[in-house]
């Protein structure tokens, strides 16, 4: 594991702040262990960090209330959502109150006419699809986990639809959220654009948490298109898949989905999901509009894969057979960790412009072979973002070392290739000496907004800055 | 015209902060009354409010020299660009210096692999447009007049286009800024999603130069469409024309482009542009796809018109007849002027839930009537954002605050409609009162992060906040 730092803990507020927010919420303030160190628990290679205490809110005013007692005592706030957040976001290196979200899980208003929503920050993904589907309407972003939309909101979350619908900084219109001295904003009304004013809603997309909580997140919906259709091809190298990727998208093709997965994640899916792909490059894709435009667009992406070598192309618009792929590039986390049963998959997210990605991605694999890691590709090839998934013996020093190694030497690489370190999981506490390195001078004014806001760092403190 | 506050003076500042510059610049720095004049005027009905010098910076280095002394001296300093913004946004209430950035107006790069270019902020849209054409590029954000990007994204910018491309925050990848401390920025790199971070790109985008001054802007591109077609449709009223342009949306046409013209700006372009367009509320529609899908989704869009209405559904591929159509769209705002030779245009700029549209502009109408205004209304229905144009004698008072009333009264109606005041055009001078109405306890975060950065107030003072 990745030891976190822990920062110095304001005892006697902490003491005194549970006390009080005990009196208020009774059973749902818990300082159980087993409770506590579940809240510090993400899906990370970061040491648990837990809080002092859980409480569980049913209203953005008892939000509000929580975080007015922990500001007057100076006591640490970690918003918490599924728990699955990938960079020890939900750690409390200083202790301090997890206010976990999930109870606050009510869809308040489906605007049809208007295509946009308003949920409460527990309502996940998955949740507000189901209820949306009688409607004709969904909500595209679908990060790996069945992740809360608010914790979405938090890390800027995106998955494999972006490269149609954007990430979450382009799909939520407004926020409401309790800020640090415990005032409750509205970012925006729900107008489709606007330019009142300093982007508070962007801003707080992606902060983490760190300056202020989430308790309402105004989402664009987009109608259930017509025509569906899903493709996939192989191809003789990582290279000739990504140009085929590349071209695809300067072709102006509008792909809902384009995912690359490198032979060894193709191997791990046939294993696990019982498919018979050929052990090869892939390049999975989904294709939205008219039925007739989504066959259009197949039969287009099929010329351009040929051009660069793909073979075994299909496409259809048969659902079970699309769903049946989607399914396994879904389980793919679970079948790659199957190939070595008992082994920590460490996950990276860089993400750099297209014409680097297939050099990026083959250094990568190339350094995992040197160093002798276990490691699989699959990315989210037309934003280039792709994530090497790392199968670790936690136990071992050696191992962990060159894993860290490894993830250090990909950011760094993606950064000198004018990429990012971070395409959708966020900073946390493990990737802040990337953020400095990528940076540099602007996060002089990340570190200032966070002081103006929130003096005594009470807002998820250690993430990020 | 409406009086715009002035602001204290900092006259020993502003002197010696001149006087360092103008040392530095030479014929660089003008102080004529004529161009300081011309530098403080804007497209607005807001009186004019020159500042103490204008200055032609060639580089960042420059801007940020420039800044600097402005820094030490506590003075004003106001970024220009083309002069076409519409709510006082560089009039210098506290005198001060002008930043003219229309001599950095170099394309620095054209990554045309991964869509996005690298321009200075003096590049206009058009200016840019013409230079990607060879290579099957566009940008896609187009504000009424040909704009500077800096200027654009300063504004946070839209147009036209709006509805299936999105805004200025939308297509903004990376800015380098200087900030008012002089500090040299860039906001992120050129990967097409991060999750880097605060997201200064977005902080600055709209902030109005109050902020931090913009010295590049790196922008996505599109691939110009293999098949562009166009469609015109009349309707019986601009209620049925904004049911038809929901539906549109609602049924997932990509559309490129979805306008609503009244009866009134369908003659005043009748007569400008020697067109014969029956006199009834139209929608101009605009579709981009393959040469298949756009013929197809113009039919689409013709079966939803007649459903509610639609008469003299015409639709065409011929670039001729629609550059014809557009360029007439385009003019719409001169047209207007003719209706009342000498008059003064003042555009509103509201913004509401599309289910709320036809209501607004229908009130509007009825509003202006009962004022006894010469007003006619066009608008991005698409993203339910119109614009009502009001033909003013501005020496006549009466007429003057009566326009004040229905702007005033427009604003308050969007806002009462959970929409804006302002979609596209900004908050400048003009509407900081609406501000407050709209998003009220936010602007307190606004005011606290404009306070950190920018202390002593020099960056584009009286703006916004």
Redesign the interface.
């Known amino acids: 594991m990745v030891q976190a730092t822990a920062l110095p803990r304001n005892e006697a507020g902490i003491d005194t702040a549970i006390g009080i927010l005990k009196q208020q919420f009774g059973d749902r303030l818990q300082t159980g262990d087993a409770i506590c160190e579940q809240h510090g628990h993400t899906t990370t290679w970061i040491t648990n960090q837990p809080p002092d205490a859980v409480v569980f809110p049913h209203s953005t005013d008892e939000v509000a209330e929580i975080i007015r007692v922990c500001a007057a005592h100076k006591v640490p706030v970690i918003p918490f959502g599924t728990g699955t957040s990938l960079e020890g976001h939900v750690n409390a290196p200083a202790g301090g109150v997890s206010v976990d979200l999930m109870q606050m899980n009510k869809i308040l208003a489906v605007?049809?006419?208007?295509?946009?929503c308003v949920v409460q920050p527990g309502v996940t993904r998955e949740q507000l699809n189901t209820y949306l589907r009688d409607q004709g309407l969904f909500f595209p972003i679908d990060p790996g986990a069945n992740a809360s939309l608010g914790g979405m909101a938090s890390?800027?979350?995106?998955g494999t639809n972006?490269v149609r619908y954007?990430?979450m900084?382009?799909n939520v219109i407004a926020l409401e959220a309790v800020?640090p001295d415990g005032?409750?904003?509205?970012?925006?009304?729900?107008?489709?654009?606007?330019?009142?004013?300093?982007?508070?809603t962007?801003?707080l997309?992606?902060?983490e948490g760190t300056?202020g909580l989430i308790t309402e997140v105004t989402l664009r919906l987009?109608?259930?298109?017509?025509g569906i259709s899903s493709a996939r091809c192989s191809f003789p190298s990582v290279d000739a898949a990504c140009q085929a990727a590349?071209m695809t998208?300067?072709?102006?093709i509008?792909v809902a989905r384009i995912e690359l997965l490198d032979a060894a994640s193709v191997g791990a899916c046939n294993a696990y999901s019982k498919l018979d792909l050929p052990e090869e490059p892939l390049l999975l894709l989904e294709f939205h509009?008219?039925e007739?435009?989504v066959i259009?667009?197949a039969e287009?992406f099929g010329g351009i894969a040929e051009e660069f070598g793909g073979t075994g192309f299909q496409a259809t618009t048969s659902t079970e057979e699309r769903n049946k792929l989607w399914q396994a590039r879904h389980d793919l986390y679970w079948a790659v960790l199957q190939l070595r049963p008992g082994a920590t998959g460490i996950s990276t997210?860089v993400?750099?412009?297209?014409?680097r990605l297939a050099e990026c991605v083959t250094k990568t694999q190339d350094k995992a072979t040197e160093l002798g890691l276990m490691a699989t590709v699959a990315g989210h090839v037309g934003?280039?973002?792709f994530h090497t998934l790392l199968l670790i013996d936690k136990s071992n020093p050696d191992e962990m070392g060159k894993a860290d190694d490894l993830v250090g030497w990909l950011n760094d690489l993606?950064?000198s290739m004018?990429?990012?370190?971070?395409?959708?999981?966020?900073?946390g506490q493990g990737?802040r000496p990337?953020?400095q390195k990528?940076?540099?001078?602007?996060?002089?004014?990340?570190k200032?907004?966070k002081?103006?806001?929130d003096p005594d760092n009470i807002m998820n403190p250690g993430k990020?800055?």
């Open positions: 605007n049809s006419q208007d295509l946009d890390t800027r979350a995106s972006a954007g990430t900084k382009d800020m005032e409750i904003i509205r970012t925006a009304q729900r107008a489709k654009k606007s330019s009142a004013g300093y982007d508070l962007r801003l997309i992606g902060s300056l987009q109608g259930i298109p017509e590349m998208i300067q072709f102006g509008p509009g008219s007739a435009s259009e667009q287009t997210d993400c750099v412009p297209i014409s934003d280039g973002n993606a950064i004018d990429g990012t370190c971070t395409g959708e999981h966020g900073i990737k990337y953020l990528e940076l540099g001078p602007a996060t002089r004014y990340m200032m907004i002081a103006t806001f990020i800055l």
